[in-house]
């Protein structure tokens, strides 16, 4: 949630971040109108109650206490009756500035660049030219049909379209990537977490999950309890309302855990394979830091994703987020991209986020620099070190061979135990 108080200080620069993203800076003119009653109701009231405690400390002070509080209580109801009145406009005005502004995005940093779609996208790095194909590409599912380890006929009568039955290898190369990406994150500092994949209501408006994205998340209403959409949410909520010291920081957290989404919205995107589906697997890492230290996490939180495909030796890139793809929580945002060359084509496999003080604000997660110091908010970071299926469907097609086996990169084979997966024989009749 943004900061009123910088909405007061510097409204244009609120107004200036809004537009950037394609949105209506309208708001910020309504909230300074709401905060201007707001702030006046209270200013009466506090008037109001100095005047009633100025009467009665005459009251007090008179010889005569009783007289004077006669003299003095038709003075005095009426300034109650004021006060009642002038209090009486205080919560509405206070929840209408709080609805606003927890449907505003998260203020984009400065060196965000300009931009309305995707295609405005920065490129920061590559690994270099994705190399030439010596034969034919094939797309994952093509592949992982052939190779006996996707299933999505059977996926499909059990659940649905958007879902996936991994078998053998395939099941086997999957779990070694999530067992690799833990052991990497575990050598570099995180914390490994197991969160709950159930979540309240609250924890999910506290992250940031809700003000417009209720849409695109499986529920049980009865419960009322959201199945996440990632692990961010969980991970950045574990210090909800606690005030943190300051030798505490920066936290590092990494947790795999599946992931739940309707992809509302995504109709005909991505309709084959693995790329975009309602359950998913990513290993998400979290940081909570201060804030002089933010972006300088931001990189280091980028590296540490870049460094696995680096490992796999996949083709890759980063890309800064122009003004209008970051997201609703970010002030900034990186995108690594994956080269599948059975696509011919880029495809996000992480997104490195600093969502700065936005998700702590709703949060309450602070820190003090010294016992007797005034808290103040973390800042909250998030990425995926990697997503899970995107990962697998980056090694099937980049390292594919021509006789349709694929070899198993050397980063994952101490993990998946086996090399290669190769083409099944046909079976014979007997």
Same mark, same amino acid.
């Given at each position: 949630?943004?900061?009123?108080?910088?909405?007061?200080?510097?409204?244009?620069?609120?107004?200036?971040?809004?537009?950037?993203?394609?949105?209506?800076?309208?708001?910020?003119?309504?909230?300074?109108?709401?905060?201007?009653?707001?702030?006046?109701?209270?200013?009466?009231?506090?008037?109001?109650?100095?005047?009633?405690?100025?009467?009665?400390?005459? #009251?007090?002070?008179?010889?005569?206490?009783?007289?004077?509080?006669?003299?003095?209580? %038709?003075?005095?109801?009426?300034? *109650?009756?004021?006060?009642?009145?002038?209090?009486?406009?205080?919560?509405?005005?206070?929840?209408? #500035?709080?609805?606003?502004?927890?449907?505003?995005?998260? $203020?984009?940093?400065?060196?965000?660049?300009?931009?309305?779609?995707? =295609?405005?996208?920065?490129?920061?790095?590559?690994?270099?030219?994705?190399?030439?194909?010596?034969?034919?590409?094939?797309?994952?599912?093509? $592949?992982?049909?052939?190779?006996?380890?996707?299933?999505?006929?059977? &996926?499909?009568?059990?659940?649905?379209?958007?879902?996936?039955?991994?078998?053998?290898?395939? &099941?086997?190369?999957? @779990?070694?990537?999530?067992?690799?990406?833990?052991?990497?994150?575990?050598?570099?500092?995180?914390?490994?977490? !197991? %969160?709950?994949?159930? /979540? =309240?209501?609250?924890?999910?408006?506290? =992250?940031?999950? $809700?003000?417009?994205?209720?849409?695109?998340?499986?529920?049980?209403?009865?419960?009322?309890?959201?199945?996440?959409?990632?692990?961010?949410? %969980?991970?950045?909520?574990?210090? @909800?309302?606690? #005030?943190?010291?300051?030798?505490?920081?920066?936290?590092?957290?990494?947790?795999?855990?599946?992931?739940?989404?309707?992809?509302?919205?995504?109709?005909?995107?991505?309709?084959?394979?693995?790329?975009?589906?309602?359950?998913?697997?990513?290993?998400?890492?979290?940081?909570? +830091?201060?804030?002089?230290?933010?972006?300088?996490?931001?990189?280091?939180?980028?590296?540490?994703?870049?460094?696995?495909?680096?490992?796999?030796? $996949?083709?890759?890139?980063?890309?800064?987020?122009?003004?209008?793809? !970051?997201?609703?929580?970010?002030?900034?945002?990186? *995108?690594?991209?994956?080269?599948?060359?059975?696509?011919?084509?880029?495809?996000?496999?992480?997104?490195?986020?600093?969502?700065? *003080?936005?998700?702590?604000?709703?949060?309450?997660?602070?820190?003090? @620099? *010294?016992?007797?110091?005034?808290?103040?908010?973390?800042?909250?970071?998030?990425?995926?070190?990697?997503? !899970?299926?995107? +990962?697998?469907?980056? /090694?099937?097609?980049?390292?594919?061979?021509?006789?349709?086996?694929?070899?198993? %990169?050397?980063?994952?084979?101490?993990?998946?135990?086996?090399? +290669? #997966?190769? /083409?099944?024989?046909?079976? @014979?009749?007997?």
């Amino acid at each position: 949630m943004l900061d009123l108080t910088l909405l007061r200080r510097d409204p244009e620069r609120v107004r200036r971040s809004a537009t950037r993203r394609g949105g209506d800076g309208a708001f910020v003119d309504r909230v300074l109108e709401l905060d201007t009653r707001l702030r006046s109701a209270l200013t009466e009231s506090e008037q109001l109650k100095a005047a009633k405690n100025g009467l009665t400390a005459q #009251i007090s002070k008179a010889p005569d206490r009783a007289a004077k509080a006669q003299e003095l209580r %038709p003075q005095i109801q009426s300034i *109650d009756n004021s006060i009642v009145e002038a209090s009486a406009a205080i919560p509405a005005l206070e929840r209408e #500035i709080e609805e606003i502004l927890a449907d505003v995005p998260n $203020l984009l940093d400065d060196s965000v660049p300009d931009g309305t779609a995707e =295609t405005d996208n920065v490129l920061v790095r590559d690994s270099g030219p994705p190399p030439e194909p010596a034969f034919p590409q094939l797309q994952h599912w093509e $592949l992982g049909e052939r190779l006996g380890i996707l299933d999505f006929e059977r &996926a499909a009568k059990l659940s649905g379209s958007r879902f996936t039955v991994l078998r053998g290898k395939g &099941a086997r190369l999957s @779990r070694a990537i999530v067992d690799f990406f833990l052991a990497r994150a575990g050598e570099r500092g995180y914390l490994e977490v !197991v %969160p709950p994949y159930l /979540v =309240t209501r609250s924890t999910m408006w506290a =992250t940031g999950q $809700l003000s417009k994205f209720a849409d695109a998340m499986f529920r049980d209403e009865d419960a009322d309890l959201f199945m996440i959409p990632t692990a961010e949410v %969980p991970l950045t909520a574990l210090h @909800r309302d606690e #005030i943190l010291d300051t030798t505490q920081l920066p936290l590092q957290y990494a947790a795999y855990s599946p992931c739940f989404r309707k992809e509302a919205g995504a109709a005909g995107k991505d309709t084959r394979g693995l790329i975009r589906q309602h359950q998913f697997e990513k290993v998400e890492l979290v940081w909570l +830091t201060e804030a002089a230290r933010s972006f300088e996490a931001l990189e280091r939180l980028t590296g540490d994703a870049e460094a696995l495909l680096r490992e796999l030796q $996949l083709p890759y890139r980063v890309m800064a987020l122009c003004a209008a793809d !970051v997201g609703f929580n970010a002030a900034k945002t990186y *995108d690594l991209e994956v080269w599948l060359p059975g696509q011919a084509a880029y495809r996000e496999i992480s997104s490195c986020s600093n969502c700065t *003080d936005f998700q702590a604000r709703r949060s309450q997660i602070r820190f003090r @620099r *010294d016992p007797k110091a005034k808290p103040e908010l973390v800042h909250t970071l998030n990425g995926s070190g990697l997503a !899970v299926g995107r +990962t697998l469907i980056a /090694v099937l097609e980049n390292y594919q061979q021509a006789d349709g086996s694929v070899r198993v %990169p050397a980063a994952l084979v101490p993990f998946a135990g086996f090399e +290669t #997966i190769d /083409v099944p024989e046909p079976r @014979r009749r007997t």
